[in-house]
């Protein structure tokens, strides 16, 4: 008789406890697909944001150095540096990110002209730096898309110039 009240007593509880994972791993379900959706729905920039990015920053970084703000340049090429890894990180479907790679030898030139502050180097580092964007773009066939070493400041409303 003990036996059987004990049975009665202990099969609820390991019922209670047996349907307990369920129905967590159920309503878990339910907020990780939640969560799915709202990633899925979060705003990614897309590759032209990026390449905007990139193109406004290489403005900036060209009057930068022509003016010697050798502190302005350095933030203007590491904004750059930014939209790149951007890229990589959001833009991981786009087949034009396996030839990126090419930028990062005239990035590292440009960069070190500018630790040096050598107006010279920087020249040169920025026309090689142009080049690579538009062979990159020969390359992934968006060879419409010419850069060039800007004439007019892209910004009205910033100095250049060192204060």
């Known amino acids: 008789m003990k036996k059987t009240i004990v049975r009665l007593l202990f099969f609820p509880f390991v019922f209670a406890v047996s349907c307990q994972p369920v129905a967590?791993?159920?309503?878990?379900?339910?907020?990780?697909?939640?969560?799915?959706?709202?990633?899925h729905n979060t705003y990614k920039p897309g590759f032209?944001?990026?390449?905007?990015?990139?193109?406004?920053?290489?403005?900036?970084l060209w009057f930068a150095g022509k003016s010697n703000n050798w502190k302005l340049a350095d933030f203007e090429i590491n904004e750059i540096k930014e939209a790149l890894e951007g890229l990589e990180t959001y833009c991981t479907d786009r087949p034009e990110l396996k030839d990126l790679s090419m930028i990062n030898q005239p990035l590292d030139s440009l960069a070190n002209s500018i630790k040096s502050q050598?107006?010279?180097?920087?020249?040169?580092?920025?026309?090689?730096?142009?080049?690579?964007?538009?062979?990159c773009h020969q390359i992934t066939k968006h060879e419409f898309n010419v850069i060039k070493i800007p004439e007019t400041p892209p910004f009205s409303n910033q100095v250049f110039k060192t204060q």
């Open 24 to 39: 967590d791993t159920h309503s878990m379900q339910i907020q990780i697909d939640s969560l799915k959706q709202q990633l």
């Open 48 to 60: 032209g944001e990026f390449m905007s990015s990139i193109q406004v920053h290489h403005a900036k």
């Open 118 to 135: 050598n107006s010279e180097r920087f020249n040169a580092s920025f026309i090689s730096l142009t080049r690579t964007c538009n062979n």
